[in-house]
């Protein structure tokens, strides 16, 4: 197994404190296309979020190796405990001595494992500190993105209404409108003149005869309908 104290010096986490020790604002300020640059940083930390949890599930798992190791370590010596006492009882004082010593093999190995799960437990205690700093990072840079993605629409959508209003489209426009209700108004004055001096025509006599029916017959069934409520 690697030193634990390579851990905290590896590429990971050089990688996270860089990330954690960076101005957001001055880097968004230095940087030509913001939008880019919090893209950017984002896949980083997402990256990097992801290779510190992956590490830090890699160190638990070393560290539940390590402790089940630890208990089989007790375990032994319990068991050299008693063949010392058994060897003591029977006069073997020399294999008494000898079990002793398995003993405090056993006792120096299960020693060196606490030390290493008591490194594995304080760089784990690093991780969850790094994960949260990285995590708050990463909601910061996403706030920051959505801020300047609506900024960015916002600002076309009013370039494109200040062209439409003062541009020279729509003033060309507005000029065309113009000679269209020209037209218009010289097309409504002929059709009047001609209305006012031509006789009617068949089909608007018969129209007119038809339009008359309608209003007599309203005019009858309104009368009836008074009458009726009358009596």
Do not use: C
């Not at 101005?23 to 979020?49: C, G, Q």
């Not at 405990?81 to 008494?96: F, I, N, P, V, W």
């Amino acid at each position: 197994m690697a030193p634990v104290a390579s851990w905290l010096s590896g590429p990971v986490f050089s990688r996270a404190r860089d990330i954690f020790a960076a101005n957001m604002t001055e880097l968004l300020d230095r940087a030509e296309d913001p939008a880019r640059m919090i893209r950017m940083i984002i896949m980083e930390m997402e990256e990097t979020l992801v290779e510190v949890r992956a590490t830090a599930a890699r160190s638990i798992a070393d560290m539940k190796e390590m402790r089940r190791s630890q208990q089989k370590l007790f375990e032994i010596q319990a068991n050299w405990t008693e063949k010392a006492e058994l060897a003591l009882s029977k006069g073997r004082e020399d294999l008494a001595k000898a079990a002793l010593t398995e003993r405090q093999n056993a006792a120096d190995m299960a020693e060196g494992l606490a030390e290493e799960i008591a490194e594995i437990e304080q760089v784990l205690r690093s991780y969850e500190a790094d994960i949260a700093r990285l995590q708050a990072k990463l909601r910061e840079a996403r706030s920051r993105q959505n801020s300047i993605q609506h900024r960015l629409e916002s600002a076309v959508t009013r370039a494109k209404a200040r062209e439409l209003l003062h541009g020279s489209r729509t003033e060309d426009a507005f000029s065309k409108f113009e000679i269209l209700e020209r037209r218009a108004d010289f097309a409504e004055g002929r059709a009047e003149a001609l209305g006012l001096t031509g006789p009617k025509s068949l089909e608007e006599e018969i129209a007119e005869l038809r339009s008359a029916e309608k209003v007599d017959a309203e005019l009858e069934e309104m009368k009836a309908a008074l009458a009726a409520r009358k009596n």
